[in-house]
């Protein structure tokens, strides 16, 4: 297959992991012979220092000419405590997801049988765990009206969603229900704001047509308590877009890391892929950041593309490297591994294609 495909890497950490995503992509490439072409672009901090703009024309526009984007992660300390900064790296990423149509991001939480005693939560709690989160990606508090008064001192961003915007999403969630577990539990907040009211009439109206699903309904903050208590309830979770962001990054304690959580942002026409987690700038340049996110992100692309094969080698070859814990620190303390290593070394089971090779 001839794909092109857009290289976001963005700040911090994401040109090291999201280099090592390519060299995956490319050991697929050489393996199931594709044609990948891949051509890079600026976004975030980096695009903010050499062009003005977190996301520059020429990066919006290879992004709407390719057939996929795998994006790094972008985010700058210089920028987290200045509230009055007028353009932010975090901007880029949300205008592109606007302007693609990526309405709905999907990150599955998976335990590893392997890491199940690296979380911080109990093996019984944890074991069983397999949930995919739905989060609506271009609507609620995120892109709706900001205000600051001009003294200053009060402040307010609005919360707006359309059943148009719900439903399209809640059609995918449900979808996906029917080829997993047939389980759908909307987040929301609806004991409180009208958004989440909205958003429980239009999704029980869908699951009408969803007869075989079963529709369940939790406040956040209730669900953020059952995630960590009784987390393999979960099948399809589906949430607006702040809710979701928040629940997911809890996700990732079930996992053990959020170095591990990949995701896939949708629409009806672009996709885009990318780890869950930040640009950790402290980590930059140092080589110790865990590339599995980014390595998983690249799976999601080609399992987009019904190339499932060949995610499914991905996917095999990064349980590999846990089983053998040739992980980077977050996973291990004490014996860990680069960056680098473990693409390599990923990249290298896919190629070698067998489960014997020795490390
Ligand atoms: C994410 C990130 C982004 C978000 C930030 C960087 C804007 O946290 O993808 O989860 O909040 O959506
Ligand atoms: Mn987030």
Request: proline letters at 4%; a negative charge; hydrophobic letters at 40%.
């Amino acid at each position: 297959m001839k794909l092109k495909i857009a290289v976001l890497p963005g700040d911090g950490i994401g040109p090291e992991v999201t280099k090592q995503a390519v060299k995956v992509l490319k050991a697929i490439q050489e393996l199931y012979k594709h044609n990948f072409e891949f051509e890079e672009a600026f976004v975030g901090a980096i695009a903010i220092d050499r062009t003005g703009k977190p996301l520059p024309d020429e990066t919006l526009q290879l992004c709407a000419t390719s057939d996929a984007v795998l994006f790094g992660a972008i985010g700058d300390p210089k920028y987290d405590n200045n509230p009055d900064a007028k353009v932010r790296p975090e901007q880029g990423l949300l205008q592109l997801r606007k302007e693609l149509g990526l309405f709905a991001n999907i990150r599955p939480i998976k335990a590893y049988d392997s890491l199940i005693d690296k979380s911080p939560l109990k093996r019984d709690i944890i074991e069983g765990t397999d949930m995919l989160i739905y989060r609506e990606l271009t609507g609620g508090i995120y892109y709706g009206e900001k205000k600051l008064s001009e003294d200053g001192t009060v402040a307010s961003d609005l919360c707006e969603y359309s059943q148009m915007e719900i439903e399209r999403i809640t059609h995918l969630a449900f979808k996906s229900a029917q080829t997993r577990r047939n389980k759908v539990t909307l987040v929301d907040k609806a004991n409180v704001l009208e958004s989440s009211r909205l958003w429980r009439r239009v999704v029980t109206e869908i699951a009408k047509g969803y007869p075989q699903v079963t529709l369940d309904f939790l406040f956040v903050d209730n669900a953020v308590m059952q995630l960590i208590l009784n987390p393999s309830q979960f099948d399809v979770v589906l949430s607006e877009n702040m809710f979701g962001d928040i629940i997911s990054d809890e996700g990732s304690v079930i996992v053990s890391s959020i170095g591990l959580l990949a995701s896939a942002s949708v629409g009806n026409e672009k996709a885009l892929f990318e780890p869950i987690h930040g640009s950790y700038p402290q980590a930059k340049g140092k080589n110790i950041a865990n590339p599995v996110a980014a390595i998983l992100s690249a799976a999601m692309l080609l399992d987009h593309f019904g190339l499932n094969t060949e995610a499914d080698a991905i996917r095999k070859a990064v349980e590999l490297t846990l089983e053998y814990n040739i992980v980077t620190q977050d996973l291990n303390v004490v014996r860990n591994f680069g960056t680098d290593y473990v693409g390599d070394t990923i990249a290298n089971s896919i190629l070698n294609n067998d489960d014997t090779n020795s490390y």
